[in-house]
T-cell receptor, first 111, second 114 residues
């Protein structure tokens, strides 16, 4: 049963620190997505890739967030410097065209 | 612009009752996909179903069924003979053909009372 994996599952850090979240998409999926979930905003798309190329990162605060896919088995989302308002659950999803399967999420708390 | 509305914020039913979760969407496009996801207390998002805009046939999967009506822009989800394990937040979502960005509703928290 193939699944999207995400590490770490939980992260507590202090304001100003760099945070890196990692995602391993399901083998063979050519689209990868990053979402953020908060109580206030719900689920928001941050960025997505197709065949490792970034297609849309309009939902991402450009000054502090960056998303990359160094290879087909790894997607990363970095926040530098982190701020308390970045506290949220960050989900990675992958899919064949038109369907997305989500990972378990990284719960981030920035103090 | 596209929008998904789940007007029911929270629903509680007694186990074994049937329950329907409503989803209404807005889109100017004629080709789109509709989805339902389940988020149990553990937090992960579980894919349940995808329907495309050309297929209004209702779908049944075990105790789950979905009713898609383009005339009312609705894609409702019914759980028959509910069980405690069905307790979760359920999200309806929309995307366009060729653009996989999902627009989510705000979710409906379903609680099944034993």
């Amino acid at each position: 049963d193939a699944r999207v994996t995400q590490t770490p599952r939980h992260k507590v850090t202090e304001m100003g620190q760099e945070v890196t979240m990692r995602c391993q998409p399901i083998l063979g999926h050519n689209t990868v997505f990053w979402y953020r979930q908060t109580m206030m905003q719900g689920l928001e798309l941050l960025a997505y890739f197709r065949n490792r190329a970034p297609l849309d990162d309009s939902g991402m605060p450009k000054d502090r967030f960056s998303a990359e896919m160094p290879d087909a088995t790894l997607a990363t989302l970095k926040i530098q410097p982190s701020e308390p308002r970045d506290s949220a659950v960050y989900f990675c999803a992958s899919g064949p065209p038109e369907t997305q399967y989500f990972g378990p999420g990284t719960r981030l708390l920035v103090l | 612009a596209q929008k998904v509305t789940q007007a029911q914020t929270e629903i509680s039913v007694v186990e074994k009752e049937d329950v329907t979760l409503d989803c209404v969407y807005e889109t100017r496009d004629t080709t789109y996909y509709l989805f339902w996801y389940k988020q149990p207390p553990s937090g992960e998002l579980v894919f349940l179903i995808r329907r495309n805009s050309f297929d209004e046939q209702n779908e049944i999967s075990g105790r789950y069924s979905w009713n898609f009506q383009k005339s009312t822009s609705s894609f409702n989800f019914t759980i028959t003979a509910s069980q405690v394990v069905d307790s979760a937040v359920y999200f309806c979502a929309l995307s366009y053909f060729g653009n996989e960005k999902l627009t989510f509703g705000t979710g409906t928290r379903l609680t099944i009372i034993p």
